[in-house]
């Protein structure tokens, strides 16, 4: 059974700084990508940065490039997210998951396992 557990979720204050973990089992971790998504209220879920390590390819939304970082560790089949400079904007639920396929998207019908989901709020 695939099962994706989030965690480091919080409450910050703009301009500070948070890092998501995401421990993955059930799948050979390397196999498939690996991805962030988010939403907010009254907005559809959308890709943050997602991985693969079989394609060697990563993805960023343009609105976080230069203030997250993705990365994972096969080690520990886990995931994670960097996310710096936060913005009030970048208040939402993250999700982490897995493609559950060989191919690289970031687009969140693509992935076929999900997380319950960790929230992150910015405040101003």
């Known amino acids: 059974e695939v099962q994706l557990v989030e965690s480091g979720g919080g409450l910050v204050q703009a301009g500070g700084s948070l890092r998501l973990s995401c421990a993955a089992s059930?799948?050979?971790?390397?196999?498939?990508?690996v991805g962030w998504f988010r939403q907010a209220p009254g907005k559809e879920r959308e890709g943050v940065a997602c991985i693969s390590k079989r394609e060697g390819a990563t993805y960023y939304a343009d609105s976080v490039k230069g203030r997250f970082t993705i990365s994972s560790d096969n080690a520990k089949s886990t995931v994670y997210l960097q996310m710096n400079s936060l913005r009030p904007e970048d208040t939402a639920i993250y999700y982490c998951?897995?493609?559950?396929?060989?191919?690289?998207?970031?687009?969140?019908?693509?992935?076929?396992?999900w997380g319950q989901g960790t929230q992150v709020t910015v405040s101003s």
């Open positions: 998951a897995a493609s559950g396929n060989y191919y690289f998207s970031h687009r969140p019908e693509s992935y076929g396992y």
């Open positions: 059930g799948f050979t971790f390397s196999d498939y990508a």
